[in-house]
Nanobody
Framework: QVRLVESGGGSVQAGGSLRLSCAASGFIVSDWPMGWVRQGEGNERVAVAGIVRDGNTAYDDSVKDRFTISRDNNKNVLYLQMNNLKPEDSGTYYC???????????????????????WGQGTAVSVSS
């Protein structure tokens, strides 16, 4: 049974940091492409960051140099380290995974929006100015 459980959201002031975690079960995080999608108040969805099997990563331009996606194979957890947070980073962050084989980093953001097969319940992030 595949399950994704996010945690780590909260409220911070602009310039602050948060680290989101996505605990995975039913598969090994290094075996599947995974990523994070943010849904804003207007229900707009942004593929924030993704990582594929070989460890290559991809980021939305709005978070490059501020966010880092990583995974801990021993703990079977996906992370999103968010630094220098801005009010526009606010929203609900969802962790997603897919058993697709052969996905490249150049494709992962597209597939995060297109719809990966497995999703967590989301964790809310609020950044105040």
């Amino acid at each position: 049974q595949v399950r994704l459980v996010e945690s780590g959201g909260g409220s911070v002031q602009a310039g602050g940091s948060l680290r989101l975690s996505c605990a995975a079960s039913g598969f090994i995080v290094s075996d599947w492409p995974m990523g994070w999608v943010r849904q804003g108040e207007g229900n707009e969805r942004v593929a924030v960051a993704g990582i594929v099997r070989d460890g290559n990563t991809a980021y939305d331009d709005s978070v490059k140099d501020r966010f880092t996606i990583s995974r801990d194979n021993n703990k079977n957890v996906l992370y999103l380290q968010m630094n220098n947070l801005k009010p526009e980073d606010s929203g609900t962050y969802y962790c997603a995974a897919d058993e697709a084989h052969g996905m490249f980093a150049s494709q992962v953001l597209f597939w995060l929006i297109r719809g990966m097969n497995w999703w967590g319940q989301g964790t809310a992030v609020s950044v105040s100015s």
